[in-house]
DNA sequence: ATCACTGATTGCAAATCGCAAGCAGATTGC
DNA sequence: GCAATCTGCTTGCGATTTGCAATCAGTGAT
């Protein structure tokens, strides 16, 4: 029943929290995509889901404090939402998304999230993190002048094309 | 036969290479534990991995370039070194271990070389990269005046026995 | 009433997992 | 010389997990 972990590493505690192949996938659309709903994540996924998978994996991050579930009613569609634990993982998406870039072969179009997190660095992924509270965790937004990093990820993404 | 990527996402390359829940593992054992042998990494193994499963592990990641196998003749051990490519893991390893530390339950033993390793920093992280390539890919070893950070790793470990 | 959309569930074959045992070649101890 | 031990695995096997396709009940719009 409870499953027990199987060490106290905290490198033991990530992997088994997010250590298959698709747990961070989900995570990556939901943070980075802003998809928030199943057919969304079903459809919009890169790598192709599969629904049943999808639906486990949204069970198991949601158990895992990673993802909340907001039910909207049978029928109506339930939204997910990033929480403070996930938002945390904004650095270790830059880290994994620059090793990614340098050491495997990657697709000009997919490469440039992980550029512009690679180039930003840490000061661009408060930045991020800050982005992601006010849209996930309804923190109030505050002032700014230039354009948000959603917004530069967006514009990145989209001159890609 | 040959395996082709889901995806041109660096997210998913990352994933697709140490993706699951193992290989992590078994990288972290070698490069903090220093277990650089089959039977090493088998008993040394916080977390119990089986011989099969280890073996697999091991092929995969020498083919994936995240390890090389120095073998010695039938009958002696095979040695396995980390790659300029897992080396570059670092940093990878400090998140993902500062991430675990803040976000889940840990054992004060297990924790600590996270904990070094997020309050060094970046420039820590480089200079045990330096140091890793020393020892494995056999760089010559520069002139030190401190203590290494292999060292610092291992008082610290002690320590917290 | 019909159609599409909601978030899934079910069936099934194939692959993978984890445990225990076994194996051939080489070294060590006496 | 001979047994015990160590080397890095491999094999068998039952249980679990995966991935694909089809399906489902509930809601809303026309």
Redesign the interface.
Known sequence: MGES?????????????F???WS??VL?DVMFGDRRHFRELLAGS???IASNILADRLKRLVKA?LLTREDAGPGRRAAYSLTE?SI??V?????????????????R???VR?ELLAAGGPQLWEEFMAELRVVHLGEPAPERDGPSVMERLAAAYAAAL
């Open positions: 972990a199987r060490s106290g590493c905290p490198i033991n505690a990530a992997v088994e929290a250590g298959d192949s961070l996938l990556r890169e790598e192709g404090g634990a945390r993982l650095p270790v998406f830059a880290q994994l998304g620059e090793w990614g870039l340098r050491h495997r072969p990657t697709t179009r997919l490469r992980a």
